[in-house]
């Protein structure tokens, strides 16, 4: 094999180190976009299943204070206090107030769990977005630098005599 011949190869060389670097770029991009795009979905799934978790405790929040309520009555009733007026009637005021109140908390924590997913599912979707277009650049870049590789050797063999 004359040296003509192994100038050669390393001029291919140069341009398939070029190549393969920009698809191993692009390819990485790609995979690192997916996952991004996974994990958004994962994090909307959350926030879907946080506010459905919310709504549900609420719900129970409810019902206990209206049995809670209830005992109240019951407990007025049983010993002929008038539940409709007065002190009794101010105390199922105030323990349906608060139960309003807890079960409105519990409404906005769930809110704010879900808002902190969804917050998260944009910033992956960023990543993701980030992730193909660095890809690119840095294909791109090594098709440059495949290019360069290419130049410096053709200019250095020809400089020797290798190629005339």
Same mark, same amino acid.
Request: charged letters at 15%.
């Given at each position: 094999?004359g040296?003509?011949?192994?100038?050669?190869?390393?001029l291919?060389?140069?341009i398939?180190?070029?190549?393969?670097?920009?698809?191993?770029?692009?390819?990485?991009?790609?995979?690192a976009s997916?996952?991004?795009?996974?994990?958004?979905?994962?994090a909307?799934?959350?926030?879907?299943a946080?506010i459905d978790?919310g709504?549900?405790?609420?719900?129970?929040?409810r019902? =206990?204070? &209206?049995g809670?309520i209830s005992t !109240?009555?019951?407990?007025?009733? +049983?010993?002929?206090?008038?539940v409709?007026?007065? *002190?009794?009637?101010?105390?199922?005021?105030?323990?349906?107030?608060?139960?309003e109140?807890?079960a409105?908390?519990?409404?906005?924590?769930?809110l =704010?769990? &879900?808002?902190?997913?969804r917050t !998260?599912?944009s910033?992956?979707? +960023?990543?993701?977005q980030?992730?193909?277009?660095g *890809?690119?650049l840095?294909?791109f870049?090594?098709?440059?630098?495949g290019?360069?590789?290419f130049?410096d050797?053709?200019?250095?063999?020809k400089?020797v005599?290798?190629?005339?």
């Amino acid at each position: 094999m004359g040296i003509e011949s192994l100038a050669g190869i390393g001029l291919i060389a140069s341009i398939a180190q070029g190549a393969l670097g920009a698809f191993s770029a692009i390819a990485s991009g790609q995979q690192a976009s997916a996952m991004a795009s996974y994990k958004a979905q994962v994090a909307e799934n959350n926030a879907k299943a946080a506010i459905d978790a919310g709504k549900a405790q609420e719900e129970q929040q409810r019902l =206990k204070t &209206a049995g809670m309520i209830s005992t !109240q009555r019951a407990t007025a009733a +049983a010993n002929n206090i008038d539940v409709n007026t007065g *002190s009794p009637l101010d105390i199922q005021v105030t323990t349906a107030g608060l139960g309003e109140m807890d079960a409105q908390t519990i409404r906005n924590k769930a809110l =704010k769990e &879900a808002y902190n997913y969804r917050t !998260q599912a944009s910033i992956y979707q +960023a990543e993701g977005q980030n992730a193909k277009a660095g *890809s690119y650049l840095n294909a791109f870049s090594s098709i440059i630098g495949g290019a360069t590789s290419f130049s410096d050797k053709w200019n250095n063999y020809k400089r020797v005599g290798v190629y005339s």
